[in-house]
Every structure is written in structure tokens, then in C-alpha cells.
């Protein structure tokens, strides 16, 4: 009884639980570093304006650079992280890259770094150019959770780009899915705070409280901002050009690695059987994130999904694993029968057959919706397209699949981006 109320006390939560915010209980040493609106740091030059997001391991947030007098976006990582963060590495090796590489654009450019000391620790704090909310936050805003095919395509194009320029400078990015995939919003420089607020909405401000009604140390916020939203752009212009952003994952080629924090949906097969992790990876969760762009939902779904149900849904999908991960694979008879056919305890939790890739593509915007402004459906020769291209990245293993500049040099990917450039020349 004892035992059970020491282990109930441990993991008591100090602060009051807030939604839409990064986790109050990692304001504590080692973790996330106090911010408020109107905060001046690194002498006064960075100027707190708003919230762009946050992370497990980092807040982000929408700041005027006082010397350059220009909006840019300040990532505040935790002072654990902030040991052992390869952030700065990478930058300095994309700031190396071809700047005349057609992806150059689609990656976040870095700007500047410093380090913060506060009530946790000491912060690692990352500048870089202005960027909006991620395509997943957008594609949940838009009519029926989905984006246009248009739109879907340029970001596919853009982002095919994008990877193979950070694969050129020799980095993988190691963390690629719709949330480290942001859109480039109109330039606001010329704005004021106050604009700022009109246009997108006063930060709100709630307090945070702690649980046991005691005052609030240093080490917390009075208040917490939950992100700005900056819907009133519009998806056209939300989708017109993209940006891979953070690197917190990322590690170099010639680097030994092993294991990968992607989130489950999008990780590559070989991370689940401990083999080295290449640039191939990177390539897997570009198929996965390409599949979740279009449709309505992911490729290898689950809330909260184990190693095994990604497995099992990998197989439905694509096919039986090769035979050394087939063998290594410790609860496949869990699933799956001698003559690898799905048991029992598969269909009766999930009573609908299995769906091969090329169905999974072509139901993946199936509404059913035939009123006025529904979605089109997909025009025979985008269908191939899109099959082809994942069909390519999401080979079983890494060597078999396509790399990133292969896809960059696609016919239609290659028009869809000279597409977008005359767009945007015409725009000027």
C-alpha cells in the first residue's frame, strides 16, 4: 500500500493542465526556459511578439530582429536537449550547400544562434527565417480535412526538392512527416505588433497555475500562449511554397545510427530491426508523408501505434517483409500464420481485408461527397503518377529505393516546380 502511494506521489503533476500548449510539467531544471510576450533577448536585438508552436523539446516563437528590422522565428530548446542537440552542426552544413540548387528554397534558412542562461539551465537558441504553420495543421483546417490536389502537389514537388538539397549537403533530415513540414507565409516585415494581432489574433495569455495552489517559482511563465493561427491567409497561399524545418533528429550521412524518433507512422521498416539508418529513411517518410498530403489520413495508421501494428499494416499494405526481417520479427506469429497468411486475432479485431498500396491510393480521397465545391477525384494520369512515386519510396529495403534528387528530376515533378516559379515570377 505504501509502495503504491510513494509511486503515486512521484509522478503527481505540479502545474494545472492546459490544452494547445507544449507540457507544463517540463518547466523544471533541465527543461523548457520561461518566455514571455515582450521578452528582449541576446542584448535586446530579439523581440518576443508571438507563439509559432512548441515540441517535446523546444518552444518556437514569432520575433522582430531589431538590427535586421525584419520577422524571423526563434526556437528555444529545453537545456537538456540543449546539450546534446546536433542542430547547429547541421546548419552550419546547409549553410555549406549549393545555394543555386533548385531545393534550396523549400529548406528553412538559418540565421543566427546563441545560448540563453535561465531558472533550468542553459539554452541553445536557434534563428531562422520566418515560417507558418505545419501542412498537417493546414490540411486539418481546410474543407472535408483535405487539401486540393493542386495544392497536395506542389507540396509533394517542393518537398521532393527540398530533401534532395539537404541530402546533397550530406545531413539526414531524420524526422520527416507533415509536422516538420511548414508553409512560407506572405512577408510581414513592413507589419507592426499590433497588425500582427489584427490579422491573426491577440496572443492569448493563461495563467498557469500549480496544483497544490502554491505561488509559481522562476522556473515557470506566469502564463501560457498557445500558438497564433493564421488561417485567414488562406489555403492557396498557405500551399504555395513550403519549408523542411527542424533538424532536431538529424544526424550526418557517414554517421553510425541506428535508431530513429520519427513518429511511428512514418518510420522506415529497417529502424525497426536495427540497421544502419541512411538517407533511404529519409526517402521512406517522404512516401509516407507524400500519401498523408493527399489523402484523408495515414498510410500506416493507429492512434498511438506499436512496432508491431505498423508491421502488420506494412504487410497489408505492401506486401510480406524480406525474410531476414521476417524471421527477426519476434510476435509475427502473433499475427500471422506459418503460410503468412493473417490470423485470426488480426481479422477479428480489423474484420476488413487487407488493401495493397494501389487501392490505398486510389480510395484515398473517396468522400463520397458529390455536392458543389467537393473535391475532384484524381485524373488518370496523376493516379499513375502518384502510385509510381510511392510505389519507388516505399520499397521494403533501402537499397531498392529511389533516392531523393531521383524524385526531384521526375518529369512532373521538375513541371510542377518550374510551374510554381512562373507563378511566382508572375506575382512579382
Known amino acids: 500500500m505504501a509502495m503504491g502511494s510513494a509511486s503515486s506521489a512521484r509522478f503527481r503533476p505540479i502545474y494545472n493542465w492546459q490544452d494547445d500548449v507544449e507540457d507544463l510539467e517540463d518547466y523544471r531544471w533541465g527543461g523548457y526556459h520561461p518566455i514571455r510576450l515582450g521578452d528582449d533577448l541576446s542584448n535586446r536585438r530579439?523581440?518576443?511578439?508571438?507563439?509559432?508552436?512548441?515540441?517535446?523539446?523546444?518552444?518556437?516563437?514569432?520575433?522582430?530582429?531589431?538590427?535586421?528590422?525584419?520577422?524571423?522565428?526563434?526556437?528555444?530548446?529545453?537545456?537538456?536537449?540543449?546539450?546534446?542537440?546536433?542542430?547547429?552542426?547541421?546548419?552550419?552544413?546547409?549553410?555549406?550547400?549549393?545555394?543555386?540548387?533548385?531545393?534550396?528554397?523549400?529548406?528553412?534558412?538559418?540565421?543566427?544562434?546563441?545560448?540563453?542562461?535561465?531558472?533550468?539551465?542553459?539554452?541553445?537558441?536557434?534563428?531562422?527565417?520566418?515560417?507558418?504553420?505545419?501542412?498537417?495543421?493546414?490540411?486539418?483546417?481546410?474543407?472535408?480535412?483535405?487539401?486540393?490536389?493542386?495544392?497536395?502537389?506542389?507540396?509533394?514537388?517542393?518537398?521532393?526538392?527540398?530533401?534532395?538539397?539537404?541530402?546533397?549537403?550530406?545531413v539526414i533530415h531524420g524526422d520527416i512527416h507533415t509536422h516538420n513540414v511548414a508553409s512560407q507565409i506572405p512577408n510581414l516585415d513592413s507589419w507592426t505588433a499590433e497588425k500582427i494581432y489584427e490579422n491573426f489574433g491577440e496572443p492569448e495569455r493563461s495563467p498557469i497555475s500549480r496544483c497544490d495552489n502554491e505561488p509559481l517559482g522562476p522556473e515557470a511563465p506566469p502564463y501560457a500562449v498557445p500558438p497564433a493561427y493564421f488561417w485567414s491567409i488562406g489555403e492557396e497561399d498557405l500551399t504555395k511554397q513550403i519549408k523542411i524545418i527542424d533538424f532536431g533528429e538529424a544526424s550526418f550521412s557517414q554517421d553510425e545510427r541506428k535508431k530513429l524518433h520519427t513518429p511511428m507512422p512514418f518510420r522506415a521498416p529497417e529502424s525497426f530491426f536495427g540497421e544502419l539508418i541512411g538517407p533511404a529513411a529519409d526517402v521512406w517518410a517522404f512516401g509516407c508523408t507524400v500519401f498523408n498530403v493527399f489523402a484523408n489520413g495515414q498510410l500506416f495508421d493507429g492512434f498511438m501505434p506499436s512496432e508491431d501494428a505498423i508491421l502488420v499494416g506494412m504487410v497489408d499494405s505492401l506486401g510480406v517483409l524480406p525474410p531476414q526481417w521476417w524471421e527477426k520479427w519476434e510476435c509475427r506469429s502473433y499475427y500471422f500464420s506459418s503460410d503468412r497468411t493473417p490470423k485470426a486475432s488480426i481479422t477479428a479485431h480489423d474484420p476488413g481485408p487487407?488493401?495493397?498500396?494501389?487501392?490505398?491510393?486510389?480510395?484515398?480521397?473517396?468522400?463520397?461527397?458529390?455536392?458543389?465545391?467537393?473535391?475532384?477525384?484524381?485524373?488518370?494520369?496523376?493516379?499513375?503518377?502518384?502510385?509510381?512515386?510511392?510505389?519507388?519510396?516505399?520499397?521494403?529495403?533501402?537499397?531498392?529505393?529511389v533516392t531523393a534528387d531521383d524524385v526531384s528530376k521526375l518529369e512532373w515533378i521538375h513541371e510542377l516546380f518550374l510551374r510554381s516559379?512562373?507563378?511566382?515570377s508572375d506575382a512579382l
Not at 516559379?421 to 511566382?424: F, H, K, M, Q, Y
Request: net charge positive; hydrophobic share 35%.
Open 46 to 170: 530579439y523581440y518576443i511578439v508571438h507563439k509559432l508552436g512548441y515540441g517535446r523539446s523546444s518552444t518556437v516563437w514569432l520575433v522582430r530582429d531589431r538590427v535586421e528590422n525584419r520577422y524571423v522565428s526563434l526556437k528555444v530548446i529545453t537545456a537538456r536537449h540543449s546539450k546534446l542537440s546536433p542542430e547547429v552542426d547541421v546548419r552550419n552544413r546547409l549553410r555549406c550547400g549549393d545555394r543555386h540548387h533548385p531545393g534550396h528554397p523549400f529548406v528553412l534558412s538559418p540565421l543566427n544562434e546563441f545560448y540563453i542562461d535561465g531558472p533550468n539551465g542553459r539554452h541553445l537558441c536557434l534563428v531562422s527565417e520566418l515560417a507558418g504553420p505545419s501542412v498537417l495543421e493546414v490540411k486539418m483546417a481546410a474543407e472535408h480535412g483535405m487539401l486540393s490536389i493542386e495544392a497536395a502537389q506542389n507540396i509533394t514537388a517542393q518537398l521532393a526538392l527540398g530533401l534532395s538539397y539537404v541530402h546533397s549537403c550530406g
Open 354 to 401: 487487407s488493401k495493397p498500396l494501389a487501392l490505398r491510393i486510389q480510395e484515398m480521397r473517396s468522400s463520397g461527397d458529390q455536392s458543389e465545391g467537393a473535391l475532384r477525384p484524381f485524373k488518370p494520369d496523376e493516379m499513375v503518377n502518384l502510385q509510381n512515386l510511392l510505389a519507388a519510396t516505399l520499397k521494403y529495403l533501402p537499397f531498392e529505393r
Open 421 to 424: 516559379r512562373t507563378n511566382e
